[in-house]
C-alpha cells in the first residue's frame, strides 16, 4: 500500500507563496503518476495539477495556470507544487494522490486515483 504525505501548507497573503511538497513512501508503477488535488470547505474535489502520463506530461487546471508548478524529484519519490500570486480562491486542503500511468482520460478526476494523502491546509487572506 503506497502512502503519500504531503507537507508545506500554511497561511500567506495575497500575492504570496508556497511550496507543497508529497513524498511517496515507495516507488511504484501502480502510483506513477501523481497528482494534486484541492478541496474547499462545501465544494468538491478539484484537480490541481498533476502528471498524466508515464512521460512526465504535465497538465494544470485553468484557473491555476501560469501561477503554479508541480514538479517531480523521482530519486526522492516526491511531487511538489510551486504555488506563486496566490489568490484567497485558492483556499483549500490540498490533496496529493497517485495512480497508475494508462490512458488519461483528458480530465483531471479524482475518482481515477488510487492512493491519497491526509492533506495540507492551504491558507490566502486577502
Known amino acids: 500500500q503506497v502512502q503519500l504525505v504531503e507537507s508545506g501548507g500554511g497561511s500567506v497573503q495575497t500575492g504570496g507563496s508556497l511550496t507543497l511538497s508529497c513524498v511517496a513512501s515507495?516507488?511504484?508503477?501502480?502510483?506513477?503518476?501523481m497528482g494534486w488535488f484541492r478541496q474547499a470547505p462545501g465544494k468538491g474535489r478539484e484537480g490541481v495539477a498533476a502528471?498524466?502520463?508515464?512521460?512526465?506530461?504535465?497538465v494544470y487546471a485553468p484557473s491555476v495556470l501560469g501561477r503554479f508548478t508541480a514538479s517531480r524529484d523521482s530519486a526522492k519519490n516526491t511531487l511538489y507544487l510551486q504555488m506563486n500570486s496566490l489568490k484567497p480562491e485558492d483556499t483549500a486542503m490540498y490533496y496529493c494522490?497517485?495512480?497508475?500511468?494508462?490512458?488519461?482520460?483528458?480530465?483531471?478526476?479524482?475518482?481515477?486515483?488510487?492512493?491519497w494523502g491526509q492533506g495540507t491546509q492551504v491558507t490566502v487572506s486577502s
Open positions: 502528471i498524466v502520463t508515464s512521460y512526465g506530461n504535465i
Open positions: 515507495e516507488h511504484t508503477s501502480s502510483a506513477k503518476c
Open positions: 494522490a497517485a495512480r497508475s500511468c494508462g490512458t488519461w482520460s483528458g480530465r483531471l478526476e479524482a475518482g481515477d486515483y488510487n492512493y
